[in-house]
Nanobody, 122 residues
Framework: QVQPVESGGGLVQAGGSLRLSCAAS????????VGWFRQAPGKEREFVSA????????YYADSVKGRFTISRDNAKNTVYLQMNTLKPEDTAVYYC???????????????WGQGTQVTVSS
């Protein structure tokens, strides 16, 4: 059983930075693709970033490319999302998800965390 748990959210001013963490128990997490998604009030959930099990492949939404960096430390069973130059439009609940597929679509991610709130003030 893999249960992702997000942490690191909070309130930050525009232009600031936050680092989100997604930790999970179970060695299987190390072999899973992990993605970050976000959902703002009144909006649909959207893909933010993903990383392959080895960390060798990363994917980003155009809206965060160049500002966010995804990485993982498999020894710690943790995936990180470094968010720089934050904008008010980045305000959302951020979710971590994991799946055994190499390149899962958003709907194919099987394991989901509870989310962490990120609020960016202008």
């Amino acid at each position: 059983q893999v249960q992702p748990v997000e942490s690191g959210g909070g309130l930050v001013q525009a232009g600031g930075s936050l680092r989100l963490s997604c930790a999970a128990s179970g060695r299987a997490f190390r072999s899973f693709t992990v993605g970050w998604f976000r959902q703002a009030p009144g909006k649909e959930r959207e893909f933010v970033s993903a990383i392959s099990w080895s960390g060798g492949r990363t994917y980003y939404a155009d809206s965060v490319k160049g500002r966010f960096t995804i990485s993982r430390d498999n020894a710690k069973n943790t995936v990180y999302l470094q968010m720089n130059t934050l904008k008010p439009e980045d305000t959302a609940v951020y979710y971590c998800a994991a799946d055994a597929k190499l390149v899962p679509t958003a709907d194919e991610y099987f394991y989901w965390g509870q989310g962490t709130q990120v609020t960016v003030s202008s």
